[in-house]
């Protein structure tokens, strides 16, 4: 009986430390690198966000889904770039320069001289 008795005692640490074990080994998201992904423009008067893809941009009216804007992007050093893109309202082309602030965060500067912010979604 008191075999027993310590064959359950030690399933039961073995299961317990187990589970220890299980969950230091749970794998942590990596944080995102670069520009690259989907943006939401903080403020302004339309909600749009901006699509940086493999040197392509994109920005869209999240109400409507209707383009606003598209273009291509550079590295211009770490956490800097450069956006060369369209505007489809004016059909004039535009330059930003844009630093990476955070991780999660995206300060432009246009060439007109606009100010504008993304957050990463």
């Known amino acids: 009986m008191r075999t027993r008795k310590t064959a359950v005692a030690a399933t039961l640490i073995a299961s317990v ?3 220890c074990t299980t969950s230091e080994r749970a794998s942590v ?4 690198q670069g520009v690259d992904g989907r943006w939401n423009a903080l403020g302004g008067p ?8 493999n040197g392509r941009f994109a920005s869209v009216e999240q109400g409507t889904g209707g383009v606003l804007a598209t273009g291509t992007y550079s590295q211009l050093g770490p956490g800097q770039i450069n956006i060369l893109y369209t505007s ?3 059909n004039q082309q535009q330059s930003a320069n844009c630093n990476l602030v955070q991780t999660n ?5 246009a060439s007109s001289g606009t100010r504008f912010e993304f957050t990463r979604a």
């Open 17 to 19: 430390l187990g589970a």
């Open 88 to 90: 489809r309202t004016t």
């Open 46 to 53: 339309v909600a749009y966000s901006a699509t940086f893809n």
């Open 105 to 109: 965060r995206l300060a432009c500067a």
């Open 29 to 32: 998201a990596p944080q995102p």
